[in-house]
């Protein structure tokens, strides 16, 4: 089976493991709180009968570090299982990353693009799958800048006018954007052609974004 090149990120699946850390982060530290001294010394057997009951904050921190990776050890996605790494940032705290279990490369976000028959069927970065973006695959082509950009900035406005706390200001002048982009794509050439494949033959649609 002959290789594609590039496919697009946008037609893989993908799984923000940044958001995954920070959650059970924020778990982990409330856990921590309501542990007895026995049940962290557990976890963390440096930790001595001062620190406990003081809280020492940076001692605590760390002890949050590996209950986050215990708990991240336990997670599974399409019968794959992951290692991660962290970084200290520098205004404190620290930042999980998830490893390419191909190239162990540090990521925040995997993919699996299965469509495509001729990629790996595991989450995988951006590079193993060689995925790039519509926009670098399409360039200042026509039918991007008339096509797939006009109808990404119409999901994101309909992202943003589907939220409950947004301000009437904010969506009257999302919803006038939304109306110019429209009568834009129904005056497009490039759209119209795009519209009339799409519903005589999806799979070539599926191509052209």
Avoid at 73 to 86: M, P
Avoid at 88 to 115: E, S
Avoid at 118 to 128: G, N, S
């Amino acid at each position: 089976m002959k290789r594609t090149k590039y496919i697009p990120s946008e037609s893989a699946t993908s799984f923000c493991f940044s958001e995954l850390c920070l959650r059970i982060k924020n778990e982990m530290k409330d856990k921590v709180k309501n542990l007895s001294y026995d049940e962290v010394k557990e976890v963390y057997p440096l930790i001595t009968q001062d620190l406990f009951k003081n809280k020492d904050m940076d001692t605590f921190a760390e002890i949050t570090q590996v209950m986050v990776f215990k708990s991240l050890k336990k997670f599974t996605l399409n019968n794959q299982i992951f290692e991660y790494s962290f970084r200290k940032n520098h205004l404190g705290g620290y930042r999980w990353y998830v490893l390419c279990p191909k190239c162990k490369a540090t990521c925040l976000k995997l993919y699996l693009p299965n469509k495509f028959k001729d990629r790996e069927q595991l989450y995988l970065c951006k590079d193993c799958h060689d995925l790039k973006n519509s926009s670098s695959l399409l360039g200042a082509t026509n039918r991007y800048k008339k096509v797939v950009r006009p109808l990404k900035r119409l999901e994101a406005i309909k992202t943003a006018l589907l939220k409950r706390n947004i301000q009437a200001g904010t969506a009257k002048d999302l919803l006038l954007e939304y109306e110019m982009i429209e009568r834009e794509l129904n005056a497009s050439p490039e759209y119209r052609l795009w519209k009339f494949q799409r519903d005589h033959s999806p799979l070539m649609a599926n191509r052209l974004l």
